[in-house]
């Protein structure tokens, strides 16, 4: 990025961990497409709910040449996010989502995928049943518990690498089967 990228919180405290969070998928987006200009990412909590916890609203404005591409991730147009961190994948899987359209149309072309996805564990939540596979060419893909072949979850660790089968969920693309590559992988029945 031209400019160093700016965070923002509204309606709660700056936290340490999910500035990181937030960097980490910021260089993923530039590593991802060089041209971008500027990030700015403001993170909103603006109220508790009687029935639910906290909901958060995570805003992503891209300037690239030529444009700018805003992300907007509402409750009132997507599925409520109680959980910060799941509030910001969606919102830079969007970003990226923009930003391939973007490049695409730049470069007059589209690009496919070739081979069955594979990638490796970058976000495990054990605790909450959930995760985050990075594939190859640097998305992130979300996967639940139950969807780790062989009872596999609570063997998955940060690095794992897997091969997966990727659908559209209700919040974007989710892997619904997911499959330990190598030794560890191997069931015997």
Request: hydrophobic share 35%; net charge negative; with cysteine.
């Amino acid at each position: 990025m031209q400019l160093p990228l700016e965070i923002a919180f509204r309606g709660l405290d700056r936290s340490d961990a999910i500035e990181a969070s937030i960097r980490r998928r910021a260089e993923q987006l530039d590593r991802f497409f060089d041209r971008i200009m500027a990030c700015r990412v403001v993170v909103e909590a603006p109220h508790q709910h009687q029935r639910k916890g906290r909901i958060y609203h995570v805003r992503i404005d891209l300037t690239v040449p030529g444009e700018e591409l805003v992300v907007r991730r509402d409750p009132s147009e997507h599925a409520p996010h109680e959980d910060v961190y799941l509030a910001i994948h969606d919102a830079f899987h969007e970003a990226r989502r923009q930003l391939q359209d973007y490049a695409r149309r730049r470069r007059g072309r589209v690009k496919s995928r070739v081979g069955p996805p594979h990638g490796r564990v970058v976000e495990l939540f054990k605790e909450d049943g959930y995760g985050f596979i990075e594939t190859k060419d640097g998305w992130e893909v979300y996967f639940h518990r139950n969807s780790v072949l062989h009872d596999g979850f609570d063997r998955l660790e940060l690095g794992t690498e897997v091969r997966f089968a990727e659908e559209e969920g209700e919040k974007g693309p989710q892997a619904s089967t997911v499959e330990i590559v190598g030794r560890e992988g191997k069931h015997e029945l």
